[in-house]
């Protein structure tokens, strides 16, 4: 049974930092295309960074250069280093697993950037 599990959402002020985990279990992060999306209230969800098996990173222009996503093999965790957090990057993030036919969304964590 697949799971991704995501941890480490918070209330933030604006200009901190948080970081995002997201636990494999059932499944194996580093042979997939691993993904973190964010969805605010009224918005669609819309992909924020995504690593892919051969580590190769790609990130929404809105977060490049603060926003980090990395993977540990050996925790099967992908992980979302967020800095210099504005208010407009409160949302919902969730974690994504895909590979071929295979699709694999978390629960997601609420992130607020409020002060």
């Known amino acids: 049974q697949v799971q991704l599990v995501e941890s480490g959402g918070a209330l933030v002020q604006p200009g901190g930092s948080l970081r995002l985990s997201c636990e494999a279990s059932?499944?194996?992060?580093?042979?997939?295309?691993m993904g973190w999306y964010r969805q605010a209230p009224g918005k669609q969800r819309e992909l924020v960074a995504a690593v892919t098996p051969g580590a190769s990173t790609n990130y929404a222009g809105s977060v490049k250069g603060r926003f980090t996503i990395s993977r540990d093999n050996a925790k099967n965790t992908v992980y979302l280093q967020m800095n210099a957090l504005k208010p407009e990057d409160t949302a919902d993030y969730y974690c994504r697993a895909s590979y071929s036919r295979f699709d694999f969304w978390g629960q997601g964590t609420q992130v607020t950037v409020s002060s």
């Open positions: 059932g499944l194996d992060v580093k042979i997939y295309n």
